[in-house]
């Protein structure tokens, strides 16, 4: 017998990215080699722009709002009607969010001045932010309320033959 998937796996996978997420965006994302003695040779996303933080806030909204739902599925709190759908695309807004975030940071480094290199931390970030908005939309699939089966339709009749009843 086969085992029935676990509805919590795409909440946990939300929560983790986005942990990782908010931890990425401390590390290093930016290293130049040029530049005078005093300036620091490594930047991470939360100094390099506001954009770095914009990321940590959306990430720390959507490791919220996938907490809350985690919750709610393992029936440890009780949210009120569909409170659980709301807070599920709240989740997946903000982690779409932290991914614009954290790409145009990818794509567009700041002061892009000759020697600046992208580091281990922007990567990390970007695969983060990539892997929880998959995750969240997996979240808000799985939190759609269950659909009413209709009955299943009685067989057609071949055509040209009589329908069935009393018999003369």
Request: aromatic share 6%.
């Amino acid at each position: 017998m086969a085992r029935p998937r676990s509805i919590i796996t795409p909440s946990v996978w939300t929560i983790v990215g986005a942990i990782v997420l908010i931890g990425a965006t401390f590390a290093t994302w930016y290293e130049t080699a040029i530049g005078p003695a005093t300036a620091p040779n490594a930047v991470s996303g939360w100094d390099a722009t506001s954009w770095g933080k914009l990321a940590v806030l959306a990430g720390a909204i959507c490791l919220l709002c996938a907490t809350v739902v985690a919750l709610d599925i393992r029936r440890s709190i009780a949210l009120h009607g569909q409170m659980r759908r709301v807070l599920a695309w709240v989740s997946v807004g903000a982690a779409a969010l932290a991914a614009v975030c954290v790409l145009a940071r990818f794509v567009f480094p700041p002061d892009s001045a000759i020697g600046v290199t992208r580091e281990l931390g922007l990567f990390l970030a970007a695969f983060a932010a990539v892997g929880t908005v998959v995750a969240a939309a997996a979240q808000l699939s799985r939190t759609a309320p269950p659909r009413e089966r209709r009955p299943p339709r009685p067989p057609r009749r071949p055509a040209g033959r009589p329908a069935p009843g009393p018999s003369r």
